[in-house]
């Protein structure tokens, strides 16, 4: 990647905590889509298709976070829990 199609700070600490920040809006922002999908009752295979990882991977994730905030989940057979 050359300086000139994507400048970094000068200073490589800079660079990261950009990184490390990043990472913290993009985990924010799947939380909120993924709740938002969740309470619109989309399915796990659905929203795990939409992030491009797998069921497990999404519902290993998010299941907990969605549960304490009162997100009523879908089961296998389609009931809302």
């Known amino acids: 990647m050359s300086a000139a199609k994507n400048p970094l700070p000068q200073?490589?600490?800079?660079?990261?905590?950009?990184v490390v920040a990043?990472?913290?809006?993009a985990?924010?922002?799947e939380d909120a889509a993924v709740?938002?999908?969740?309470r619109a009752g989309w399915?796990?295979?659905q929203v795990?298709?939409?992030l491009g990882v797998t069921r497990q991977?999404?519902?290993?994730?998010?299941?907990k976070r969605l549960i304490a905030a009162g997100v009523k989940l879908r089961r296998r057979g389609g009931e809302r829990v």
Do not use: F
């Not at 200073?11 to 950009?18: N, R, V």
């Not at 709740?35 to 969740?38: K, R």
């Not at 991977?57 to 299941?63: I, L, T």
């Open 57 to 63: 991977a999404v519902h290993k994730k998010h299941a």
């Open 22 to 25: 990043l990472r913290r809006l």
């Open 43 to 45: 399915s796990w295979p």
């Open 27 to 29: 985990d924010q922002l």
């Open 48 to 50: 795990s298709e939409a």
């Open 35 to 38: 709740e938002q999908a969740m």
């Open 11 to 18: 200073e490589p600490a800079d660079t990261l905590a950009a």
